[in-house]
Each structure stands twice: as structure tokens, then as C-alpha cells.
């Protein structure tokens, strides 16, 4: 029968530390007994001599306690139970609890203690983890939560590689590690425990400067984030689907990489093999961490002699002053968590906050060394692990005594910042009697109902507020009108009639339990807020639509009309609302580009400096997965064709490290995303021959160099000599601009021959909203995005011309712009055809200005933008539709598809170079 040696560590431990409330009675306490009970069966499962010794031992210990108990001559009690029990722990933990017979040396718990064989059948069963129904939104919070973690834990060990001495990044990964560690090991995902913790142990020892930064470390750490990445990824998967969690890892040879790393001299082993494994020596050498063997009996017995809160003498105060933030909060939640059971006792949730609320506290007490307080902590967390284990039931009596640990670690907390502030700090009153009743639950007497909420009288309340006198209140009470004191008191003129409604306000507040304890944020589904962001949409056509019936508009019903405007501004500000719900930063996204030129600098040799700015820019959620692409395919293009190697920069004149900047604002109603290098810029000569070679432009033509530069975005094209594993293959650019051009954005590229290159891409704030120019053609009415319009006007005579019978230009500014009707592209009658009576509104679609002939501007309008259907199929030169005003459908125009369209079907896209 397999022995459970974590069981009897937690039950040994729990012995130590119940001599801290010890007055006498130590062997009397229920709860010992029953403790005491559980190991004796627990050591009875195994078969060697070893653990019979052990067993034998208990009962000498039970018969010596009896002993010291009946016999006053034979010593002080908890002097000789404390030694009885010292001698436990050692005869415990210098007992070789394996043999061969029964144990495999190569299985090892996630935590590195000793673990059993299991038969092989068994095996399978054992690394599938059921994940409850009720328990899977606490998985998929810790999947997003973990996340986060890594993201932090991701920038920040790019970071250390440009300023390894910045001690703030490393502790800000190791706590992102440490919360990985608590929160996996919690909900017994023990393979990511295990990872979690050797890489909070690597950056321990780090922080802790027994090891000097390197590349080295940099890599592992990137490692495991990738391995750890995989693993939520199967939790979300699992969570999502509802299937069984594959806990099955093969990563021993990674988990080996970081020992080395960690320990890269081989240092004399003091223990014997058959002692405790590798994993357990390590696990020693870590007297910070927060786990309970740490509550040693000697530190519990003389706790007494010493001050009360003592800090290490290498205490880190920026460290303990965000556990005093982050605990303070924990309580906040666990206190509203624990009031909301007073009414849904078996809401198992918020007894989970609590639970976690006080063992993170525990663990982080625990690492920056404060032991009172991990230690209560984990009293109060035992208590509430039964109730979550539904050993025993929630009652009132339990209510009661979690929110004593609640107001006892708020009095910690104030003991601590005493100490911070140089004084000593003396236990709280009432610490041991609560230390004994957690540990002692049953002993605590339950009542049968709620506890009763004790509403202040109004008369204290306003003398406690200093809003009236105790005198005047207390003349007001004992007058015989049967009046409300509150009434009284306002008409003897000792309170203000404002000063009365107010504690009349806060009497109330106390009597419906007001926690004053609010969430900051919420979790939302995000199909409901698209569901949310629609149905916001549908409400500002219906607006627009009754704003614009000319019913209201033009039977002079003015206050009707007024009361109409209001409702429109009312509408705007919550279509804004909604719209700012579904905007994220870019950060996120810009750091998953450190990683990219990182590893792109690394396999080519190459030195780079990346530089991220604006990362706070939002942008809509839905747009986010899209400039993924080609946010990579420029960089990786800037890092294979635009930076040179080190050796080629120096020798022109450069410094060897080349830089790359990603940077993010906000301009014109757009957002801007610029890739700038400082490479060799683009070959000019280079792009015109291989566009020429490629039949994309004839030769001798007589390009900008704009037009040049935008060859590169054509499909297949590419000036690179030879195709690397990086780029070269002439798909990117074109993947750029498609993706560009589907969020309806353009971009640009400028480029210095020499000093390199810069990539500009436009995109609108919101792929909900699109902000349009309404033009008139014909019967018809089109809309096209404002982004793309440059300007409009009506031209004169002199500025048109006809090439060769070809087509129509316009010079504006003294450069040649072709015309193209919008109503002979679309073939829409009764349209004007002279250009003098018409409209030129200058498209810019990338390579070239281009101008679309209209009828007339209606305005310019904020519509929803709607998809056109599956059933229309893809119509060229339209991305989509909007409802107007008026009820009608308006087309929103894709200006460069529809420019490209045109040009495919007619020779003006000749007429500029033939003027």
C-alpha cells in the first residue's frame, strides 16, 4: 500500500505548530488526538522496519505526554512535548522511506518528495485530470490570469537582457512565477507546479545575487514560457470542451537544464542518497519558500521570548510594502466573499476566494520571511480548506471566526507597518485564543441563527460623525413626544435637517450589510459584447432614421425635434461607450515582436536594438489578430534585409548594433503603426529591375520613387538574392497589404538609401464604425471611407485633359492625376457626365493619387458598417454596407481595389506616364 508521505509532513507540521496556543493541555485538544490518530494509521500502511520504529516512537511519545500529564516531578509539559516532537520531525525526515521492492526511483511528485510506485494500469488514469463542471471558470480564469503572468514575465526578461542589474524586473518575474507556482499547485496541476517553481528558484537566486546574469538564463526562461504556454493552452482546450486535462509532460530534461544552469559548480552533498532525492535537496536549501515545513517547533516555542514581528535582516521593503497593498486587497475580496455566505452558505465560490485570499497571503509572508502572519494565514486557511473539502459545514459559529482572522490579519498588517516605521510591535490581543479556536473549530459554540446585524442608533451615529451633541441626543431621547429622534433633534435645532438624512442614509447602509466593497472590473464574454456593440449599432440607425423622417424634420414640431437631438447625444455617447469597451492596447501585441527580432537577431548574427513605443494605443479587439501578420512580416523583412550585419555596418561608417523601432499614435481619427530601421534602406535600381524582370512595369518608365517602393507590395515579388528560413520568398509584403487593406487602412513605405527604411500602416479606430464621405451619383450614394480621401473640388477647364483618346487627367499641383467616373465603373444612368458640373474627389490608394468622379458631397456620416452576405458574393470595389439616415442602403467603397479594378479595365492607368 503506498504510503502518503506529503499526508503525514501536513499532519506533523500541524502537531508543531499547535504548541504555539499550548497552555497545559496539549494532548486534550480534539483535534491533536484526531491528528495524532490519522498519522498512527497513516505510518501503520507501510511494511518496513523503519516506519514500525516510527510507529513505536508515536506511542512512546503518547505514553510520555500521559506521563508528563499525571506526574507534575517529570518537567514542564510543553518543554518535554516540544522535544518529543522535534524528534519526531527528525526521526521522520532521516528515515529512508523506499526500497527497492516497492518504489521507482524515477518517479518524483511535481513538489520533489518521494513518490511511490503506481502500477502501470494505473498510470494512465492517474495524468488525466477530471476537472469538474462547477470548478471550470476557476480554471479558465487561471488560464487568463496565467497569461498574464507570462506576458509580464516575457517583457520583462527581454528587458533584463539590456539592463540585467535592475533588480525590480527580476522580482516583478519571480512574483509572476510564485503566483503561477501557488495558483497551478492549488488546483494540482503538479507538472506546471514543478516548472513554475524551478523557475522561480533560478530568479531567486538570481535576486538574491548568488548567480550572475546570462544569455543562459534568458533562454530558459523563454523555454519555459513556451513549454508553460502549451500547457494552459491544453487547460483552455480542456476547459472548453469539457474533456479530461492530459497531464502527462515529458519535460525532466528541461527541468534538468535549470539545475544546471542554477547550479552549474557541483557542490558536496551532506546527505546521504537514500536520505532524500535531488528534488528534495533542493527544496531545502529554500528556507523562504512558503510551504508548511517551514513552521519549525523550536521558532513556535520561544515565539514568546522574541519580538513578536521580526524582519530578516536582507528584508526587501519595496517588496513588503506591495504585500501590505496586494493583502489588504485579498482581504477586501475575502471579507465581501465571506458576507455574501451569510446568505448563500453554500456558495462554494466564495468560500474558494477566501481560501485563496488567505493562502497567497501565507505564501507571500512565507517568502519575504514574516512568519506570525503565514503562520496565522494558514490556520485560517486549513479552517476553510475543510469547508471547501465539505469535511464540515458552513455555519454561523465558522462565519464568526473566519471574519476574526479577517479583522486579526488587519491588526497584523498594522503590526507590520509598525515595524517598518522602526518600533516593535507586541502580539495582538486575542492572537493566541483565535489561534487556538481555528485549530479547535468544533470547541467554537455555533448558534443556531444568522448572527444578527447590530444597526447603529441614529443619535450615535451623528455624535460619532460630530454632527450633533451626546447632551442635546440624549435630552432629544428621553423626551416624551413620540417623534423620531431624527425630528426631534432638527427641531430642538441640535442637527441639521442635511446632517440627519445623511446618518439616516448610513444607518441604513449598516443595516443592509453594506460591505463598501466594490469590483473594479468584471470578466465579460466577448460574444456578448459584440452582441452588445451591435444591438448599439441597430439603435443609432433607428436614431438616425427617426431624426431624419420628414415627418418630424419638416412639420416644424420644435420641441419634438429638440427632444429628438438630445436623444441622438445621448446615443453617441453610448455608441462611444461601447466602442472604447472593445478597444485593448497593442501591448500585448508589440511584445510578442520583442520576442520575434530577438530570436531573428540570434539566428542571424545580427545585433539589434528594438524599441517599442506607444504601446498603451488601443485599438478595436477585432483588429488585433489581423495586424498580427503583418506586423511580422515587416519586421522580419527590417531584420533580414534592412539591418546589416555587424562587420557591414562598421565598415560603412555605422555602430554595430543596428536598432528597429515599433511605435503606435493616434493621428486624424486613425491609428498609426510605424516600423522604422536604420539599415541599408531599399536598392531603388534593384526594385525597377526586378519589377521589370518580372513584367510588373515596362522599361524606361518614369517612376517616383513611391511608386517604386510600393512594387515591393506586389505578389511574389522580392529583392532578396537568396531565400533564407526568415524571408525572401516574395509572399510577405503582398499578406501586408491585403491585411492592411481589409481592416479598410493603407500603408505607406518611405526609404533612405543608406539609412534605412520606414513603414507606415493607417488604420481606422474601429472596424465597427466607419467615419465616410456620402457622395451623390446618379440615383445612387456611395460611401467612401475618409481615410482614403486626400481632398475635393470642382476643376476648371484648363486642369483637364484627354490622353490620346485614352483617357481623362486632371493636373493638380502640377502633377497628372487620372479620372475615373464612378458611374460608368458601376454603370449607374441619369449620372452627369461633364466633369465641370461634377465633383473630384482625390482618392490616394498607396502607389498614386487618383481621382473618382461623383455628383455632388451629401455630407460626411458615422455609419455601422454592415457585411453585404454570402448570397452577394464578392463584388469589386466594395467591402461592405450602412443603413443611412433615410432607411436606404449606402455601399461602402474599397477605394483601392476599386481603383485597381478600373485600371485593369481601361488604359488609364497609361495616361499619367504618357503626360
Known amino acids: 500500500m503506498a504510503l502518503n508521505i506529503e499526508k503525514i509532513n501536513e499532519i506533523v507540521n500541524q502537531l508543531s505548530i499547535s504548541l504555539i496556543s499550548e497552555n497545559g493541555n496539549f494532548f486534550s485538544i480534539p483535534q491533536v488526538k484526531a491528528e495524532i490518530i490519522e498519522l498512527l494509521e497513516l505510518l501503520n500502511a507501510g511494511t518496513t522496519p523503519e516506519l514500525s520504529n516510527i510507529c513505536n516512537e508515536i506511542n512512546a511519545v503518547i505514553q510520555k505526554a500521559s506521563e508528563c500529564k499525571s506526574n507534575k516531578n517529570i518537567g514542564d509539559p510543553t518543554k518535554r512535548i516540544s522535544e518529543l516532537l522535534i524528534s519526531l520531525q527528525n526521526l521522520i525526515l532521516s528515515t529512508p522511506h523506499r526500497s527497492d521492492s516497492d518504489i521507482s526511483k524515477k518517479n518524483t511528485q511535481s513538489s520533489g518528495e518521494p513518490h511511490f510506485a503506481v502500477p502501470e494500469h494505473q498510470k494512465k488514469d492517474e495524468e488525466m485530470l477530471n476537472i469538474p463542471d462547477d ?132 557542490t558536496k552533498d551532506v546527505t546521504k542518497p537514500s536520505d532524500v532525492n535531488k528534488s528534495d535537496s533542493a527544496e531545502i536549501k529554500q528556507p523562504q519558500e512558503a510551504t508548511c515545513d517551514e513552521f519549525n517547533v523550536n521558532s513556535l516555542v520561544n515565539r514568546e521570548e522574541e519580538e513578536f514581528i521580526h524582519l530578516p535582516e536582507d528584508s526587501d521593503i519595496s517588496l513588503i510594502g506591495e504585500f501590505i497593498t496586494e493583502s489588504n486587497d485579498n482581504i477586501a475580496g475575502a471579507e465581501a466573499a465571506l458576507l455574501s455566505l451569510e446568505t448563500q452558505p453554500d456558495d462554494m465560490e466564495a468560500v474558494n476566494t477566501c481560501f485563496r485570499a488567505f493562502h497567497t497571503m501565507k505564501g507571500t509572508a512565507g517568502f ?258 489581423v495586424i498580427n501578420d503583418p506586423l511580422v512580416h515587416m519586421l522580419r523583412n527590417a531584420a533580414d534585409h534592412g539591418v546589416e550585419l555587424p562587420e557591414i555596418r562598421e565598415k560603412n561608417g555605422k555602430a554595430k548594433e543596428g536598432t528597429i523601432s515599433l511605435s503606435a499614435y493616434h493621428s486624424g481619427g486613425n491609428v498609426v503603426i510605424e516600423i522604422k530601421d536604420d539599415g541599408k534602406g531599399i536598392d531603388r535600381e534593384k526594385v525597377i529591375k526586378k519589377a521589370v524582370a518580372a513584367g510588373l512595369i515596362d522599361p524606361g518608365k518614369n517612376l517616383s520613387d513611391s511608386e517604386v517602393f510600393n512594387l515591393i507590395f506586389e505578389p511574389g515579388f522580392s529583392t532578396a538574392d537568396k531565400v533564407t528560413d526568415i524571408s525572401g520568398r516574395g509572399v510577405g509584403m503582398d499578406v501586408v497589404k491585403r491585411g492592411v487593406e481589409s481592416l479598410r487602412g493603407k500603408i505607406n513605405l518611405t526609404s533612405v538609401a543608406g539609412k534605412g527604411s520606414t513603414f507606415s500602416m493607417y488604420l481606422p479606430l474601429t472596424m465597427a464604425i466607419t467615419d465616410g464621405m456620402l457622395v451623390k451619383v446618379g440615383s445612387e450614394r456611395y460611401l467612401i471611407p475618409t481615410v482614403n480621401i486626400s481632398m475635393s473640388f470642382r476643376p476648371d477647364a484648363k486642369l483637364l485633359f484627354t490622353v490620346g483618346e485614352k483617357g481623362e487627367i486632371v493636373m493638380l499641383r502640377d502633377n497628372p492625376v487620372p479620372i475615373f467616373r464612378l458611374h460608368s465603373l458601376f454603370g449607374i444612368k441619369g449620372a452627369v457626365e461633364n466633369p465641370l458640373e461634377a465633383l473630384l474627389v482625390i482618392i490616394d490608394d498607396g502607389n498614386q493619387q487618383n481621382a473618382l468622379l461623383v455628383d455632388e458631397l451629401l455630407g460626411q456620416h458615422q455609419v455601422v458598417a454592415k457585411p453585404l452576405g454570402n448570397w452577394l458574393g464578392q463584388i469589386p470595389g466594395v467591402s461592405g454596407g450602412a443603413i443611412l439616415g433615410d432607411g436606404h442602403v449606402g455601399l461602402i467603397l474599397d477605394s483601392s481595389d476599386l481603383i485597381a479594378a478600373a485600371k485593369q479595365n481601361s488604359t488609364a492607368s497609361d495616361c499619367r506616364y504618357a503626360a
Open 368 to 625: 519575504i520571511g514574516i512568519k506570525p502572519m503565514a503562520e496565522f494565514a494558514h490556520h485560517a486557511e486549513s479552517l476553510l480548506s475543510r469547508i471547501r473539502d465539505r469535511k464540515i459545514s458552513y455555519t454561523p459559529g465558522y462565519a464568526d471566526l473566519a471574519l476574526r482572522s479577517i479583522d486579526m490579519f488587519k491588526e497584523l498588517i498594522q503590526s507590520l507597518q509598525t515595524v517598518l516605521g522602526g518600533e516593535t510591535a507586541s502580539k495582538p490581543s486575542g492572537y493566541t485564543e483565535l489561534i487556538h479556536d481555528l485549530m479547535n473549530p468544533e470547541s467554537v459554540t455555533a448558534k443556531n441563527s444568522m448572527p444578527e446585524i447590530v444597526t447603529p442608533r441614529l443619535g450615535d451615529i451623528l455624535v460619532a460623525d460630530g454632527k450633533a451633541d451626546r447632551n442635546e441626543v440624549e435630552k432629544a431621547a428621553s423626551s416624551k413626544s413620540e417623534e423620531p429622534i431624527g425630528v426631534k433633534l432638527v427641531k430642538n435645532g441640535a442637527a441639521s435637517l442635511q446632517d440627519v438624512a445623511g446618518a439616516i442614509r448610513k444607518q441604513q447602509s449598516t443595516a443592509a450589510g453594506d460591505s463598501n466593497i466594490s469590483d473594479t472590473s468584471v470578466r465579460v464574454r466577448t460574444d456578448r459584447l459584440d452582441r452588445l456593440i451591435d444591438m448599439v449599432g441597430e439603435l443609432v440607425i433607428s436614431q438616425s432614421m427617426v431624426s431624419q423622417d420628414i415627418s418630424v424634420a419638416g412639420n416644424g414640431y420644435h420641441e419634438l425635434s429638440k427632444k429628438i437631438s438630445h436623444t441622438g447625444k445621448i446615443v453617441r455617447e453610448l455608441q462611444d461607450l461601447t466602442m472604447s469597451m472593445r478597444m485593448v492596447p497593442l501591448k500585448p501585441t508589440f511584445q510578442k515582436m520583442t520576442r520575434l527580432i530577438r530570436d531573428l537577431s540570434r539566428k542571424s548574427g545580427k545585433i539589434v536594438n528594438f524599441i517599442t513605443q506607444g504601446d498603451d494605443t488601443e485599438i478595436d479587439r477585432n483588429m488585433v489578430d
Open 135 to 266: 470548478e471550470r471558470e476557476i480554471y479558465g480564469d487561471f488560464v487568463t490570469e496565467s497569461l498574464e503572468h507570462i506576458q509580464q514575465i516575457e517583457k520583462g526578461i527581454l528587458e533584463l537582457e539590456n539592463n540585467s542589474a535592475d533588480a525590480e524586473i527580476i522580482n516583478s518575474m519571480f512574483r509572476c512565477f510564485h503566483s503561477i507556482k501557488g495558483n497551478s499547485g492549488f488546483l494540482n496541476l503538479k507538472v506546471m507546479n514543478n516548472l513554475s517553481h524551478k523557475c522561480e528558484g533560478l530568479l531567486d537566486k538570481l535576486r538574491s545575487k548568488k548567480m550572475n546574469y546570462t544569455e543562459e538564463i534568458t533562454d530558459i526562461v523563454l523555454e519555459a514560457i513556451d513549454i508553460l504556454k502549451g500547457m494552459l493552452g491544453d487547460i483552455g482546450a480542456a476547459v472548453r470542451d469539457k474533456q479530461p486535462l492530459n497531464c502527462h509532460y515529458e519535460i525532466e530534461t528541461f527541468l534538468q537544464k535549470i539545475e544546471d544552469v542554477k547550479n552549474p559548480i557541483i
